[in-house]
């Protein structure tokens, strides 16, 4: 062990500092074989993850969790920070110096002199303003700028509020729901067609139909979608504990005998 890592050894608290140091450590010369080995596109999924973690921690209400996964977060960042290091383009203390001044931009109110009466003024500005860092002048640009990896309902979701805000949306939650009849009616007629791209083309135009009608409602598609699975399971589970207490197997059963299971189950909840 050499003597930086031995310094770090047996402390009852660190600071962001020593995470860096520690991060430093793990890549350096005589560091940890997999940490000198990782690159931006091998960790990708792993920040990912840790943030979907962190999320799930909070809807769970889970505080003693959430400390324990923001922290696996914080180390996505500074290994991500700590390749450029190396690399010679920027450190962590880039990221921190350029995510400070972004604040402080986009808090005119607070930093500046700017007024604002509501959140919806702040957010109003936030937009204004991170349009003008990026030099993006028409809708269409800022469309175009949602980032390709968001979930697709959250970014179908996000289409929908910034094509609101220059008028172009339903008129109401009512005519956005009209059109999933709609397009269902399309869907319909390429089931059996054997045109599989058009098919899911159709789908796709099915699926933004529900999230826009969610949107209008108030409702956010990923989190409905979410729980509507977390409510499946836990269904299923109950559907496979009365096969199994009826002393069968779900593969002796057919899909009439399993879907009328299923409906008892659901009629007792």
Same mark, same amino acid.
């Given at each position: ?47 990912? $993850? /840790? #943030?979907? =973690?962190?999320? !799930?921690?909070? &809807?769970? %209400? +889970?505080?003693?969790?959430?400390? @324990?996964?923001?922290? *696996? ?108 009849? $709609? /397009? #269902?009616? =399309?869907?319909? !007629?390429?089931? &059996?067609? %054997? +045109?599989?791209?058009?098919?899911? @083309?159709?789908?796709? *135009? ?64």
């Amino acid at each position: 062990m050499n003597e930086k890592a031995k310094a770090l050894c047996g402390r009852d608290r660190y600071t962001f500092d020593d995470l860096c140091e520690i991060i430093k450590i793990l890549r350096g010369e005589g560091g940890c074989p997999w940490d000198r080995e990782q690159t931006h596109e091998s960790i990708r999924n792993s920040l990912i $993850e /840790e #943030t979907y =973690e962190a999320v !799930e921690s909070i &809807d769970n %209400g +889970d505080m003693t969790l959430l400390c @324990e996964e923001l922290g *696996d977060v914080m180390l996505q960042v500074v290994f991500h920070s700590e390749i450029e290091r190396e690399n010679g383009t920027f450190d962590v203390g880039d990221v921190i110096t350029g995510e400070c001044k972004k604040m402080i931009t986009r808090h005119p109110h607070i930093f500046g002199e700017a007024k604002v009466q509501t959140s919806a003024d702040v957010l109003d500005a936030w937009d204004k303003i991170k349009s003008e860092e990026k030099k993006r002048r028409t809708t269409t640009e800022k469309l175009r700028s949602v980032s390709s990896s968001l979930p697709a309902l959250m970014k179908a979701d996000k289409l929908g509020e910034i094509s609101k805000k220059v008028g172009f949306d339903f008129a109401s939650a009512d005519e956005a729901f009209s059109k999933i009849s $709609e /397009e #269902t009616a =399309e869907v319909g !007629e390429l089931m &059996d067609g %054997g +045109d599989s791209d058009r098919l899911e @083309e159709e789908i796709g *135009d099915l699926l933004l139909a529900v999230v826009n009608t969610a949107r209008l409602c108030g409702i956010d598609s990923e989190h409905a979608l979410a729980r509507a699975c977390d409510k499946y399971c836990d269904r299923f589970e109950r559907v496979e504990r009365a096969v199994t207490e009826s002393g069968k197997s779900m593969t002796e059963l057919d899909m009439t005998e399993l879907d009328a299971i299923w409906n008892k189950v659901k009629h007792k909840e």
